[in-house]
C-alpha cells in the first residue's frame, strides 16, 4: 500500500473541502444513472471512496455500501461520514470481492492516477468480477483534450481562512498524455502571537474571510501564492499526485475486452457529447447470465467452425 501513503497527506483538507464540494453533483449523476437500476436493499460499492461523502446519502435510502480506497487516512474519515457502510483499505487493481454488488462506481476522475492503461483494464477486471450478473459500473475520467485546455500551470481552486489556506496547480503535457496536479497547503501553527501580530489578526480575518466570497476567486488565488509572505508562521506543505490522460478510445476499448456492455459516455449533466470543458462520465453493465452464455456460445462455434 505504500503507493497510496501521499494521499493520507490532504485527507483532512479533501474532507471537509473538495470531498462535500464534489460530492453533490455526482449524487446527482448517481441518481439519474445508477440508482434506478440498483434494487431495494441492493448492495453498491464506492470504489476509490476518498472520504466517503457519497456513501452516506445512499445508506440512508437504505442499500449496503461498501467503500474502498488505498488511503488508510482516507477510509478513516469515510468511517467516521458513513460509519453504518462496509469499508476496504485495498488496492483498486487487485480487490478480490467477487460477484458482491449490484452496482459499482468511482467519482471525481479518481481512475485518471492509474498511469498506464493496462492498470486501468486491471481496475475494470476487478470490477466486473465484483459486480453481479446484470450489474452496473459507472465511473468519470478527465479526458486528454479537457486536460490540455484546463490543465495548463496556473491556479484552479482554492480556500482560504484564519486557520488554514490550500490551492491546487494543474499541469498537463499533451506529448505524453500525463500530468499532475499540485496541492500546497498552509496551516495555521499554534504560537504566542506578538503584539503587532494581535493587532493585525482581525484585519486579516476580516480580509480572508472577504476573499472567501466566489466573486473574488481571483484576488484569494493570487494572495494564496504569496501567503508564505504575508503568514510566514504558517506551515508549508506541497503534495504532488500524478495523472494520466487516457484516450476515450482506449478507455472502450479496455471495457469491451473486459467483457463490459458500453450503455452510455455522457457528461455529467447528461449530454451525450463530450467537448473539453466536461469529464466524461462512463455508464456500463455486465451482462446478464443469459447474454454471457450466448457470447461463450458465440465465441466456441467461432473457434470451431474449420475454415
Same mark, same amino acid.
Given at each position: 500500500?505504500?503507493?497510496?501513503?501521499?494521499?493520507?497527506?490532504?485527507?483532512?483538507?479533501?474532507?471537509?473541502?473538495?470531498?462535500?464540494?464534489?460530492?453533490?453533483?455526482? @449524487?446527482?449523476?448517481? *441518481?439519474?444513472?445508477?440508482?434506478?437500476?440498483?434494487?431495494?436493499?441492493?448492495?453498491?460499492?464506492?470504489?476509490?471512496?476518498?472520504?466517503?461523502?457519497?456513501?452516506?446519502?445512499?445508506?440512508?435510502?437504505?442499500? *449496503?455500501?461498501?467503500?474502498?480506497?488505498?488511503?488508510?487516512?482516507?477510509?478513516?474519515?469515510?468511517?467516521?461520514?458513513?460509519?453504518?457502510?462496509?469499508?476496504?483499505?485495498?488496492?483498486?487493481?487487485?480487490?478480490?470481492?467477487?460477484?458482491?454488488?449490484?452496482?459499482? &462506481?468511482?467519482?471525481?476522475?479518481?481512475?485518471? =492516477?492509474?498511469?498506464?492503461?493496462?492498470?486501468?483494464?486491471?481496475? &475494470?477486471?476487478?470490477?466486473?468480477?465484483?459486480? !453481479?450478473?446484470?450489474?452496473?459500473?459507472?465511473?468519470?475520467?478527465?479526458?486528454?483534450?479537457?486536460?490540455?485546455?484546463?490543465?495548463?500551470?496556473?491556479?484552479?481552486?482554492?480556500?482560504?481562512?484564519?486557520?488554514?489556506?490550500?490551492?491546487?496547480?494543474?499541469?498537463?503535457?499533451?506529448?505524453?498524455?500525463?500530468?499532475?496536479?499540485?496541492?500546497?497547503?498552509?496551516?495555521? @501553527?499554534?504560537?504566542?502571537?506578538?503584539?503587532?501580530? !494581535?493587532?493585525?489578526?482581525?484585519?486579516?480575518?476580516?480580509?480572508?474571510? +472577504?476573499?472567501?466570497?466566489?466573486?473574488?476567486?481571483?484576488?484569494?488565488?493570487?494572495?494564496?501564492? !504569496?501567503?508564505?509572505?504575508?503568514?510566514?508562521?504558517?506551515?508549508? *506543505?506541497? +503534495?504532488?499526485?500524478?495523472?494520466?490522460?487516457?484516450?476515450?478510445?482506449?478507455? !472502450?476499448?479496455?471495457?469491451?475486452?473486459?467483457?463490459?456492455?458500453?450503455?452510455?459516455?455522457?457528461?455529467?449533466?447528461?449530454?451525450?457529447?463530450?467537448?473539453?470543458? =466536461?469529464?466524461?462520465?462512463?455508464?456500463?453493465?455486465?451482462?446478464?447470465?443469459? *447474454?454471457?452464455?450466448?457470447?461463450?456460445?458465440?465465441?466456441?462455434?467461432?473457434?470451431?467452425?474449420?475454415?
Amino acid at each position: 500500500m505504500t503507493r497510496y501513503a501521499d494521499y493520507d497527506n490532504w485527507a483532512w483538507l479533501y474532507n471537509q473541502t473538495m470531498g462535500p464540494e464534489y460530492s453533490q453533483p455526482q @449524487l446527482d449523476l448517481l *441518481k439519474r444513472v445508477l440508482l434506478p437500476y440498483i434494487p431495494c436493499n441492493g448492495e453498491i460499492l464506492d470504489l476509490c471512496c476518498g472520504t466517503g461523502q457519497l456513501i452516506q446519502p445512499l445508506v440512508e435510502r437504505g442499500y *449496503k455500501v461498501s467503500g474502498l480506497d488505498g488511503s488508510e487516512d482516507m477510509i478513516s474519515y469515510a468511517r467516521k461520514n458513513a460509519p453504518q457502510a462496509t469499508y476496504y483499505v485495498e488496492d483498486a487493481r487487485t480487490f478480490d470481492l467477487e460477484n458482491r454488488f449490484d452496482g459499482v &462506481f468511482s467519482t471525481s476522475a479518481s481512475l485518471n =492516477h492509474l498511469m498506464s492503461i493496462e492498470d486501468l483494464t486491471q481496475v &475494470f477486471e476487478r470490477v466486473y468480477n465484483a459486480l !453481479k450478473p446484470g450489474g452496473m459500473f459507472v465511473f468519470d475520467l478527465n479526458h486528454p483534450s479537457q486536460l490540455e485546455r484546463w490543465w495548463q500551470g496556473q491556479p484552479t481552486e482554492g480556500e482560504l481562512n484564519a486557520y488554514y489556506a490550500w490551492m491546487i496547480i494543474p499541469h498537463y503535457d499533451a506529448s505524453s498524455a500525463t500530468g499532475d496536479f499540485q496541492v500546497t497547503i498552509f496551516q495555521a @501553527l499554534n504560537r504566542s502571537l506578538g503584539l503587532f501580530d !494581535k493587532l493585525l489578526l482581525p484585519l486579516k480575518r476580516l480580509v480572508y474571510r +472577504l476573499l472567501s466570497r466566489p466573486r473574488f476567486v481571483g484576488l484569494r488565488l493570487k494572495l494564496i501564492q !504569496k501567503l508564505n509572505k504575508i503568514e510566514p508562521h504558517w506551515k508549508c *506543505k506541497e +503534495l504532488v499526485y500524478p495523472v494520466k490522460g487516457h484516450s476515450l478510445d482506449s478507455v !472502450k476499448e479496455a471495457l469491451d475486452k473486459t467483457g463490459f456492455q458500453t450503455v452510455s459516455i455522457q457528461t455529467i449533466d447528461g449530454r451525450l457529447e463530450i467537448d473539453n470543458n =466536461h469529464s466524461a462520465h462512463f455508464v456500463c453493465a455486465k451482462p446478464t447470465l443469459i *447474454k454471457q452464455s450466448q457470447a461463450q456460445r458465440s465465441h466456441s462455434v467461432a473457434t470451431t467452425t474449420p475454415t
